[in-house]
């Protein structure tokens, strides 16, 4: 009994730490997440007033799914506290977004490049082909969680 009542507030200490530290990374993602909002728009002002807006809209659409990936980065930490579990799917969404933010980003640094030699348009291909097995893959597993998501939560109205 003794050594029952040790475990259970042991367990209550690391729950209480867990939640600590899940608060602490949520406010650290939220201030995050606003500041690259803020900034986000303050830099679509200035390039919509210079009239820049087209030249420079690769790196605001970067910026832009930076803070997707903040945001859902905060709402895993969110579910984490408080379903008190890990949650598959948020991160499957996290790799997807940072997954199609990089091919954006290729796309755009190729585009700059004055000298496309063989091995830079090599190299190029390479990352864009992992990329896009990477990001078919994340689809894959997504649609595949969801479908066995959808399919315990018809087998439990049963």
Request: hydrophobic share 55%; proline share 1%.
């Amino acid at each position: 009994m003794k050594e029952e009542l040790k475990r259970a507030w042991v367990a209550r200490v690391f729950t209480t730490v867990e939640d600590i530290v899940y608060v602490g990374l949520g406010l650290l993602l939220a201030g995050c997440s606003l500041a690259l909002l803020v900034s986000g728009m303050i830099i679509f002002g200035q390039n919509l007033m210079a009239g820049s807006l087209m030249t420079n809209i690769v790196a605001l659409l970067d910026r832009v799914l930076l803070i997707l990936l903040v945001v859902e980065l905060l709402y895993t930490v969110q579910g984490s506290f408080r379903e008190h579990t890990l949650m598959p799917e948020p991160f499957l969404l996290i790799g997807l977004i940072a997954g199609i933010r990089r091919v954006l980003l290729l796309t755009a640094e190729l585009a700059q490049v004055d000298e496309k030699s063989d091995v830079v348009f090599q190299r190029f291909i390479v990352e864009l082909v992992a990329l896009t097995v990477l990001i078919v893959a994340l689809v894959i597993s997504l649609v595949l969680l969801r479908r066995r998501s959808g399919m315990e939560g018809t087998e439990r109205a049963k």
